[in-house]
């Protein structure tokens, strides 16, 4: 089992940034890849960036050069960096990890994009 907790949502001004956090425990030597992803009001779970343990990230286009995920293996915590914050990234987050076949999923933290 492998449990995900994630902190550093909130509310942000267009424009803005933040930084989400998400600490993983339990059996995390069993733990290939991490990342983030994110549902809006009305609108389905979906991915935002997956990290390796190697270090390989794969981005959605949406986020691709305002998003920046980092990965801190001694800690076994990921990090999001969001800049130049939209509204249309309003969503509720939510971080996630994969060992072999199972997915884990976090219980997410909301971000609100609002003037």
């Known amino acids: 089992q492998v449990q995900l907790v994630e902190s550093g949502g909130g509310l942000v001004q267009p424009g803005g940034s933040l930084k989400l956090s998400c600490a993983a425990s339990?059996?995390?030597?069993?733990?290939?890849?991490m990342g983030w992803y994110r549902q809006g009001p009305g609108k389905q779970r979906d991915m935002v960036v997956i990290i390796s343990s190697g270090g390989t990230t794969n981005y959605a286009a949406s986020v691709k050069g305002r998003f920046t995920i980092s990965r801190d293996n001694a800690k076994n915590t990921v990090y999001l960096q969001m800049n130049s914050l939209e509204p249309e990234d309003t969503a509720v987050y939510y971080c996630w990890s994969r060992t072999g076949v199972l997915e884990y999923w976090g219980q997410g933290t909301q971000v609100t994009v609002s003037s």
């Open positions: 339990g059996n995390t030597e069993h733990i290939y890849a």
